[in-house]
């Protein structure tokens, strides 16, 4: 059974630039979750989207956006990129039904210039 | 903000020893979960606890769930040098939210 897929593994964008991630979860599994994990700091949520809708968004500011497929493979989007969003970006897939184990993809480490 | 807290933000032993690691949390909730990162790449599920279980165990993990102080220890047994690591744990609160901790830095030295 294949994990979660996440693509690019590396990015680098300039500032004021938009990048867009993208993340496969396992398949049947309905729940996508994205975090931000700057050098040195733990995760920060950023988004939740299960059968195709944003149920919840951390503290980030709306240029942080993304989106659900009908297939429940996800995006990231994050606009007029700033030298601080420089971060490793983990998506994580959970089966559908519950919070039980989460599991994650390798991330995508995005460097803003 | 963190919902959950690891401490010590750093440990180093010597392979062999037991290494233990705690996490305090602010809100209650349903479980409470121990990831692994190695080298700034993907999470990997250690164990889970639910709130009303008060220890659990894994191979040569140990868990264990205080409610009433809102922490959690996490102990793994005979480390080896393949244990080095971050270690994180993640609550979820209720509303499906799981949050993290800023981890704990595990070194074992050989």
């Known amino acids: 059974e294949a994990g979660v897929t996440q693509s690019p593994t590396h990015l680098i964008k300039t500032r004021g630039q938009q990048a867009t991630l993208r993340c496969s979860p396992i398949s049947g599994h309905t729940s996508v979750y994205w975090y931000q994990q700057a050098l040195g700091l733990g995760l920060q949520f950023l988004l939740w989207y299960d059968e195709g809708e944003e149920r919840n968004r951390g503290n980030f500011p709306p240029r942080f956006s993304g989106r659900q497929f009908p297939n429940y493979s996800s995006e990231l989007n994050v606009n007029a990129l700033e030298l601080e969003d420089s971060a490793l970006y983990l998506c994580?897939?959970?089966?559908?039904?519950?919070?039980?184990?989460?599991?994650f993809g390798q991330g995508t480490r995005l460097t803003v210039v | 903000s963190q919902q959950g807290e690891e401490d010590p933000q750093a440990l180093s032993i010597q392979e062999g020893e037991n290494a233990t690691m705690n996490c305090s949390y602010k809100?209650?909730?349903?479980?409470l979960q121990w990831y692994r990162q190695n080298s700034g790449r993907g999470l990997v599920h250690l164990i889970l606890?639910?709130?009303?279980?008060r220890e659990k165990h894994s191979g040569r993990l140990r868990v264990t769930l205080d409610t009433s102080k809102k922490s959690s220890s996490l102990l793994i047994t005979a480390s080896r040098a393949a244990d080095t690591a971050s270690y994180f744990c993640?609550?979820?609160?209720?509303?499906?939210?799981?949050?993290f901790g800023k981890g704990t830095l595990l070194t074992v030295n050989p």
């Open positions: 809100t209650s909730i349903n479980n």
């Open positions: 606890i639910r709130s009303n279980e």
């Open positions: 994580a897939s959970i089966p559908t039904g519950g919070l039980t184990e989460a599991f």
């Open positions: 993640a609550t979820d609160p209720g509303n499906y939210k799981l949050t």
